[in-house]
């Protein structure tokens, strides 16, 4: 009885890491996400914030 019992859990075992094996592929590669890198946009110009921050006058409508 305990050796049916050790069979299984070995066939278990090995089952588990043969399937890891074939769906991950070997050597195991680690996910190493890349850093988060900020998409370029309009506040990343300088003579677009020099625009936005100039006081508004008369003759600016804005």
Same mark, same amino acid.
């Given at each position: 009885?305990?050796? *049916? #019992? %050790?069979?299984? #859990?070995?066939?278990? #075992?090995?089952? &588990? &890491?043969?399937?890891? %094996?074939?769906? +991950?592929?070997?050597?195991?590669?680690?996910?190493? $996400? $890349? +850093? &988060?890198?900020?998409? #370029?946009?309009? @506040? $990343? @110009? @300088?003579? *677009? %914030?020099?625009?936005?921050?100039?006081?508004?006058?008369? +003759? @600016?409508?804005?």
């Amino acid at each position: 009885m305990w050796r *049916f #019992v %050790l069979l299984l #859990v070995v066939v278990a #075992v090995g089952s &588990y &890491y043969a399937a890891r %094996l074939l769906l +991950e592929g070997f050597p195991r590669h680690r996910r190493h $996400d $890349d +850093e &988060y890198v900020r998409p #370029v946009g309009p @506040d $990343d @110009d @300088d003579e *677009f %914030l020099a625009r936005i921050s100039r006081k508004k006058g008369p +003759e @600016d409508p804005r």
